[in-house]
Nanobody
Framework: QVQLVESGGGLVQAGDSLRLSCVSS????????MGWFRQSPGKEREFVAD????????SYSDSVKGRFTISRDTTKDAVHLQMNSLKPEDTAKYYC????????????WGQGTQVTVSS
């Protein structure tokens, strides 16, 4: 069973950078795609970015395009989210997610890591 553990969240000021990491364990070879989602109080969870594990193709939400970069390290079964030029509206709990080969939606989730951006 695949498990995901996130790290790297924290409290920063607007304009600063943070790098989130997510390490997968347990049958990680079955993963097709990994992504980052976020949720702030009173709002629904929203897509941030994802990456195809073998091909490396990426996609981003419009709100983070040009500021965030998702990458993967296949040697460590890890995915990273480099977040630059952070804004107060980026404040949320960030979740790592995985989709196995053959799955149509993300169904494996980490516990989340909090990112707070002060103005």
């Amino acid at each position: 069973q695949v498990q995901l553990v996130e790290s790297g969240g924290g409290l920063v000021q607007a304009g600063d950078s943070l790098r989130l990491s997510c390490v997968s364990s347990g049958r990680a070879f079955s993963i097709h795609q990994m992504g980052w989602f976020r949720q702030s109080p009173g709002k629904e969870r929203e897509f941030v970015a994802d990456i195809v594990w073998r091909g490396g193709g990426t996609s981003y939400s419009d709100s983070v395009k040009g500021r965030f970069t998702i990458s993967r390290d296949t040697t460590k079964d890890a995915v990273h989210l480099q977040m630059n030029s952070l804004k107060p509206e980026d404040t949320a709990k960030y979740y790592c997610a995985a989709k196995k080969t053959g799955s149509t939606s993300y169904h494996i989730w980490g516990q989340g890591t909090q990112v707070t951006v002060s103005s």
